[in-house]
């Protein structure tokens, strides 16, 4: 099929004019910090309905050299229709691996950016400028705001570098069993391995097309002529082994974290909790955040898989060592 629809991303910084304009926008971020399939673009969506917090969202992301331009000349909707438009053409309604549906206003990761523009996913000196732009161009667009909400679970684990850069940032933590991270993580990859995967391409792309991420899609390639050799079992099987040590890895990095981050700056929420009753979740970080409740009308509906995985049967304990055993390491190793 060939694609008609342009969606006409910025190719250069055409917001270099308006930059100065920032200077005066104060940076109060809120973190959401959880692992990968922990739930955590399902708590960014909560929050950023329920409290006056700026937030990322694909629009923002795929045209972030040209938000305050947009703004300016009052022309936001017509790149959002665009990219709805894109999107529609191509067939992405969702990320596929879980079903979370997609158009210009849904939520996205920051690492997204921080890679794009900087060859890594997590904040560090490298791209601490761009990083403190982008939020202020977030609340600068999102002018009713009083604070900026942000995700990113690459950086679960790298809150003492955050807390360098802003003393006064909140963090939401998300718990969510190990094993049924893993379940997700692991049905996640499979669904990856099923056909391309148009969307996260399109994240991932700056605009060389594959080219830009060359290694990347040369892995997948060789994981998916290794699906097609094995069969889902025997690749589920393999894929389990590979998973669960960067699980119990990421666990481990997540409970020590959480565990020396002071009182007043982070709160832990559970997911199943978060599930069964969004609203009580939502009310239970009002004192951290210091912001009121702005909107509980919006009901909230998490899109769950509950298929578990067959070759995590009986695999519990198997697990819970890794973690035990990643638990020995000091944080950072």
Request: some cysteine.
């Amino acid at each position: 099929m060939k694609h008609r629809i342009d969606p006409n991303f910025p190719a250069s910084n055409e917001d270099a004019s308006r930059l100065d304009s920032l200077s005066q926008v104060p940076v109060r971020p809120v973190f959401i910090m959880g692992l990968h399939r922990s739930g955590t673009t399902f708590l960014y969506d909560c929050v950023a309905k329920s409290f006056p917090l700026a937030h990322l969202s694909l629009y923002h992301l795929l045209y972030f050299d040209r938000l305050l331009t947009n703004k300016d000349q009052a022309t936001e909707q017509q790149d959002k229709d665009k990219l709805n438009q894109f999107f529609a053409e191509r067939g992405i309604s969702d990320r596929n691996i879980d079903g979370t549906t997609i158009d210009a206003d849904a939520v996205e990761e920051y690492g997204f950016l921080l890679r794009k523009k900087t060859a890594t996913f997590k904040l560090c000196d490298q791209n601490a400028a761009l990083f403190a732009t982008l939020c202020q161009k977030l609340l600068a667009v999102q002018s009713d705001k009083q604070a900026v909400l942000l995700k990113n679970p690459w950086d679960t684990g790298n809150a003492k570098k955050i807390l360098s850069y802003y003393p006064e940032a909140r963090f939401i933590y998300i718990s969510r069993e190990p094993i049924a991270v893993l379940n997700s993580m692991l049905n996640a990859l499979l669904a990856y391995l099923e056909g391309p995967q148009d969307y996260l391409e399109v994240l991932l792309d700056k605009g060389k097309g594959r080219s830009g991420y060359r290694s990347g899609y040369i892995a997948w390639l060789i994981l998916r002529g290794l699906r097609k050799v094995l069969g889902r079992n025997n690749s589920a099987r393999l894929a389990r082994n590979m998973l669960a040590k960067d699980v119990a890895r990421q666990v481990a990095i997540y409970r020590k974290e959480l565990a020396v981050m002071p009182a007043s700056r982070a709160i832990e929420i559970d997911y199943q909790d978060l599930v069964a009753d969004p609203e009580a979740t939502m009310q239970s970080l009002k004192a951290l955040l210091d912001l009121p409740i702005t909107d509980m009308q919006e009901i909230f509906e998490v899109k769950q898989r509950n298929n578990i995985n067959p070759v995590l049967k009986d695999f519990q304990e198997s697990l819970d060592r890794l973690v035990e055993k990643a638990m020995e390491y000091p944080l950072g190793e």
